[in-house]
């Protein structure tokens, strides 16, 4: 198991969504303990995922599963269980590695690193997505450019779809991977 991990994954986890149902912080929680048993996880080497995961968490003292999985992954950052990958930032929050040029800035500016990662890496791991629905509407060109998205929450990610969007038609969610 392989992945990058959109922040969102360890907030759910900590309980910081006030929204996610009680199965989507289990599945977040399932999900960050079974990476840190047996799994890798990829970010960049600049320090922008890293970053983001200190600036919404809290490590000292953790208080969620969130915490404890970047306190192991900060004290676990130069082992063979993170792998890191080399983004040419082109502008700010901008990357010669994006996917799909066209798509970039549809794309949350803070959320562009992470499909960016996942190409950048030689085996194209899957990004993690827990509760930004707004990336209903974009797995299709991600994965079409060798990106996945693997949505752990899809019951809620589809709930807050249908909020955020009102009379929009709910995009199609991958199948599966089995």
């Given at each position: 198991?392989?992945?990058?991990?959109?922040?969102?994954?360890?907030?759910?986890?900590?309980?910081q969504h006030d929204d996610a149902s009680?199965?989507?912080?289990?599945?977040?929680?399932?999900?960050?303990?079974?990476?840190?048993?047996?799994?890798?996880?990829?970010v960049d080497d600049g320090y922008r995922?890293?970053?983001?995961?200190?600036?919404?968490?809290?490590?000292?003292?953790?208080?969620?599963?969130?915490?404890?999985?970047?306190?192991?992954?900060?004290?676990?950052?130069?082992?063979?269980?993170?792998?890191?990958?080399?983004?040419?930032?082109?502008?700010?929050?901008?990357?010669?590695?994006?996917?799909?040029?066209?798509?970039?800035?549809?794309?949350?500016?803070?959320?562009?690193?992470?499909?960016?990662?996942?190409?950048?890496?030689?085996?194209?791991?899957?990004?993690?997505?827990?509760?930004?629905?707004?990336?209903?509407?974009?797995?299709?060109?991600?994965?079409?450019?060798?990106?996945?998205?693997?949505?752990?929450?899809?019951?809620?990610?589809?709930?807050?779809?249908?909020?955020?969007?009102?009379g929009k038609t709910l995009p199609a969610?991958?199948?599966?991977?089995?």
């Amino acid at each position: 198991m392989k992945a990058v991990i959109d922040t969102n994954v360890l907030l759910v986890a900590n309980g910081q969504h006030d929204d996610a149902s009680p199965g989507c912080v289990v599945e977040c929680v399932q999900r960050l303990q079974a990476i840190q048993r047996e799994g890798i996880v990829v970010v960049d080497d600049g320090y922008r995922i890293l970053g983001e995961y200190q600036n919404k968490t809290c490590i000292n003292p953790p208080k969620g599963v969130g915490d404890v999985f970047l306190k192991w992954l900060l004290r676990n950052s130069s082992s063979p269980r993170v792998e890191q990958v080399t983004l040419d930032e082109i502008a700010d929050n901008s990357f010669a590695e994006f996917p799909d040029p066209a798509l970039e800035p549809l794309f949350d500016a803070p959320d562009r690193k992470f499909p960016a990662v996942a190409n950048a890496h030689p085996e194209k791991p899957p990004v993690w997505q827990a509760v930004d629905c707004k990336w209903l509407n974009w797995w299709a060109t991600l994965k079409a450019k060798g990106v996945e998205v693997e949505f752990l929450c899809p019951d809620d990610i589809c709930q807050f779809y249908s909020k955020k969007f009102p009379g929009k038609t709910l995009p199609a969610l991958p199948m599966p991977v089995p």
